[in-house]
């Protein structure tokens, strides 16, 4: 017979597993069971028999790499990856350059109305993706935008940042304004982490506020700045809602204009949610590769670092 000190070890062990539980079920049945049905569904295909016309016409067969192979050698998924690549050239830098920038400023000793300025920065953030696309979109529109109304009073030029190389700009200036503010308060909570006798120490050793940042501080938020950019690669991978928002605002944006796009037109326009499964794959494997290639280089940079 079990003792109550036996009972109440027992308990007290499998406490954590009892904390765990919720989660892990959650985690299994909203992630890893469809990530595993869309992987499985992307080994398949539809068979189609004579006609494909009575029961038994259409049947659902094992296709092995040929998703894959169709999905690579298709030049609508291929151009979307590279446009999505100027496009994650142009909103990474940009954005975690301007996160870097507010968080230094924030953290100085001169600044004024800190509170309110981080909520200023912050605040698009919280505005939806869609939202925000609608919002920069009317914006964008020169029949009713307040800037080109200003712009062609005073007689200036009015680019159409709908279309060619502006959209570009038009697409990343909206992951920028919206994203800035979260990668923002990452890099400013950890320089509010870094102890105030190093503050110290550089003023005792007459190193300037430029200085001070750029020796000091911009170092010891790296690992802040490695999981920004992280953050960034999978969000920039993964867009969607800037451009098909914008696509009714423009002929320049077509239903394919990303990865992702592709896959949603696959899926829900023709109906072939194999091929789909597997282009979502590859978007899948592809930052999967990037990510964690960026991170174990960063993590081995650290440890030649401290080595040397």
Same mark, same amino acid.
């Given at each position: 017979?079990? +003792?109550?000190?036996?009972?109440?070890? /027992?308990?007290? @062990?499998?406490?954590?597993?009892?904390?765990?539980?919720?989660?892990?079920?959650?985690?299994? $049945?909203?992630?890893?069971?469809?990530?595993?049905?869309?992987?499985?569904?992307?080994?398949? @295909?539809?068979?189609?028999?004579?006609?494909?016309?009575?029961?038994?016409?259409?049947?659902?067969?094992?296709?092995?790499?040929?998703? !894959?192979?169709?999905?690579? %050698?298709?030049?609508?998924?291929?151009?979307?990856?590279?446009?999505?690549?100027?496009?994650?050239?142009?909103?990474?830098?940009?954005?975690?350059?301007?996160?870097?920038?507010?968080? $230094?400023?924030?953290?100085?000793?001169?600044?004024? $109305?800190?509170?309110?300025?981080?909520?200023?920065?912050?605040?698009? !953030?919280?505005?939806?993706?869609?939202?925000?696309?609608? &919002?920069?979109? =009317?914006?964008?529109?020169?029949?009713?935008?307040?800037?080109?109304?200003?712009?062609? @009073?005073?007689?200036?030029?009015?680019?159409?940042?709908? #279309?060619?190389? *502006?959209? /570009?700009?038009?697409?990343?200036?909206?992951?920028?304004?919206?994203?800035?503010?979260?990668?923002?308060?990452?890099?400013? %909570? +950890?320089?509010?982490?870094?102890?105030?006798?190093?503050?110290?120490?550089?003023?005792? #050793?007459?190193?300037?506020?430029?200085?001070?940042?750029?020796?000091?501080?911009?170092?010891?938020?790296? *690992?802040?700045?490695?999981?920004?950019?992280?953050? +960034?690669?999978?969000?920039?991978?993964?867009? =969607?809602?800037? *451009? %098909?928002?914008?696509?009714?605002?423009?002929?320049?944006?077509?239903?394919?204009?990303?990865? &992702?796009?592709?896959?949603?037109? #696959?899926?829900?326009?023709?109906?072939?949610?194999?091929?789909?499964?597997?282009?979502? %794959?590859?978007?899948?494997?592809?930052?999967?590769?990037?990510?964690?290639?960026?991170?174990?280089?960063?993590?081995?940079?650290?440890?030649?670092?401290?080595?040397?």
């Amino acid at each position: 017979m079990t +003792s109550p000190a036996g009972r109440r070890s /027992y308990g007290v @062990k499998g406490a954590p597993y009892g904390f765990l539980l919720p989660a892990t079920v959650l985690f299994a $049945l909203f992630f890893a069971l469809p990530i595993g049905y869309a992987v499985w569904l992307s080994f398949r @295909k539809v068979h189609v028999s004579g006609l494909g016309l009575g029961a038994g016409a259409r049947s659902e067969v094992w296709a092995g790499l040929e998703n !894959y192979k169709d999905a690579l %050698t298709d030049n609508e998924f291929y151009d979307g990856a590279l446009r999505v690549l100027g496009y994650g050239c142009i909103v990474v830098p940009v954005m975690l350059g301007l996160a870097l920038l507010f968080a $230094l400023m924030l953290d100085s000793e001169r600044v004024r $109305l800190a509170p309110f300025t981080r909520l200023a920065i912050f605040l698009p !953030y919280a505005i939806p993706g869609v939202v925000a696309a609608l &919002l920069w979109g =009317f914006l964008y529109l020169p029949d009713v935008s307040p800037f080109y109304y200003v712009l062609e @009073k005073l007689h200036l030029p009015q680019p159409n940042l709908l #279309d060619g190389g *502006p959209l /570009y700009l038009a697409l990343s200036n909206i992951a920028v304004w919206g994203g800035t503010g979260f990668n923002m308060i990452v890099i400013y %909570t +950890s320089l509010r982490s870094i102890p105030a006798e190093v503050h110290e120490a550089a003023k005792l #050793d007459g190193a300037s506020p430029l200085q001070t940042a750029v020796k000091i501080k911009i170092p010891m938020v790296a *690992p802040s700045l490695v999981l920004t950019f992280f953050f +960034s690669i999978i969000a920039t991978l993964q867009v =969607f809602n800037e *451009p %098909t928002t914008l696509k009714p605002l423009t002929n320049s944006v077509n239903t394919t204009w990303s990865p &992702l796009m592709k896959v949603y037109v #696959d899926a829900f326009a023709k109906g072939d949610i194999y091929s789909a499964a597997a282009e979502a %794959t590859l978007i899948a494997l592809a930052t999967l590769v990037l990510s964690f290639g960026f991170l174990r280089a960063a993590n081995r940079r650290n440890k030649q670092e401290a080595a040397g």
